[in-house]
């Protein structure tokens, strides 16, 4: 998966009975963060490690949906 992907999934536990850890990027904190994975279906935004966590989104840098608001001439 793209790291841009990432970076815009929300976490998703997934629909079996698992209680796996593993981690995702919180895109609100801007942090790697620990959740319980049921073992299937989520997405891209699901790792084994908190390292692996990190070395995503270290390449995407700040999230796009966190950049500042540009304000412009009202019409």
Same mark, same amino acid.
Do not use: W
């Given at each position: ?5 990432? =970076?815009?999934?929300?976490?998703? @536990?997934?629909? =079996?009975?698992?209680? $796996?850890?593993?981690? %995702?990027?919180?895109? $609100?904190?801007?942090?790697?963060? @620990?959740?319980? %994975?049921? #073992?299937? @279906? ?9 390292? @692996? ?7 995407? #840098?700040? =999230? ?5 608001? $540009? ?5």
């Amino acid at each position: 998966y793209p790291p841009t992907e990432v =970076c815009l999934s929300q976490v998703e @536990e997934g629909t =079996c009975n698992d209680d $796996i850890q593993r981690y %995702y990027y919180n895109t $609100i904190t801007q942090q790697c963060e @620990e959740f319980s %994975y049921s #073992g299937c @279906e989520g997405n891209a935004n699901n790792f084994k490690s908190f390292l @692996e966590c990190q070395k995503t989104y270290k390449m995407v #840098g700040k =999230c796009v949906c966190h950049l500042k608001k $540009i304000v412009g001439m009202k019409f």
